[in-house]
């Protein structure tokens, strides 16, 4: 079973602050998937990354997928409060069937 | 579009009841899968559901079991239920079977006693 683990664990920063967070595997990841889950709510997809050493932005959000397909990394440029959730990175299996998520990097963006 | 809804968001249970979780998938999806999401974790992958058939499980015993009806709407049943089984029970709906484009509802609480 691959393991997906992301640091940090938890991450409590100003707004407009600039902060990373990372997710790393044993494994190849066939394709790696970002979200964002806020209390009482389910996760919400952010961005799928699939070829290595692909890098997408979505507004303040910068998503890395490493060359060798092991690691991928989620950046924001000036935090704001709407930020604050739990980021869950996840990978589908061969099958495409299912997710795998990692262990979440819970973020706290104060005024 | 509506999206994916969830039934009931909170649920208490005493220790060996059984439970029965309802979701209904987003228009235009026939896949339904089931995640386990223990406070402060991960979700972990309960099973899934494609054209009323079970299309893969995760490591979780027979007491979990689940259903998919023809308009696509699903449910997960516990049996015997056990304190660990307290936790944030998510349902997502895709299309053909995949984990593609995957759109979470919000979850049901339940909490064992």
């Known amino acids: 079973t691959q393991l997906l683990e992301q640091s940090p664990q938890f991450l409590s920063i100003q707004e407009g602050e600039n902060l990373t967070v990372y997710c790393n595997s044993s494994?190849?990841?066939?394709?790696l998937q970002w979200y964002r889950q806020e209390p009482g709510e389910g996760p919400v997809l952010l961005v799928t990354v699939v070829t290595g050493g692909e890098v997408k932005k979505l507004k303040r959000l910068t998503f890395q997928f490493g060359d060798a397909r092991k690691d991928s990394s989620l950046h924001i440029t000036a935090a704001q409060p709407g930020d604050t959730g739990l980021y869950l990175c996840?990978?589908?299996?061969?099958?495409?069937?299912?997710?795998?998520f990692g262990t979440g990097t819970r973020l706290q963006v104060t005024l | 579009e509506t999206g994916v809804t969830q039934s009931p968001t909170h649920l208490i249970k005493t220790r060996g009841q059984q439970v029965t979780l309802r979701c209904s998938s987003q228009?235009?999806?026939?896949?339904v899968s089931w995640y386990q999401q223990a406070l402060g974790q991960g979700p972990q992958f309960i099973f899934q559901?494609?054209?009323?058939?079970?299309?893969g499980r995760g490591n979780f015993p027979p007491r979990f079991s689940g259903l998919q009806f023809p308009n696509y709407s699903s449910e997960l049943n516990v049996n015997a239920l056990e304190l660990d089984d307290s936790a944030l029970y998510l349902c997502?709906?895709?299309?053909?079977?995949?984990?593609?484009?995957?759109?979470f509802g919000s979850g049901t609480r339940l909490t064992v006693v």
């Open positions: 996840a990978e589908t299996t061969g099958t495409a069937s299912k997710l795998t």
């Open positions: 494994s190849v990841f066939s394709s």
């Open positions: 997502a709906s895709s299309w053909a079977g995949t984990a593609y484009g995957y759109t």
């Open positions: 228009s235009g999806h026939n896949t």
């Open positions: 559901y494609y054209r009323e058939e079970e299309n």
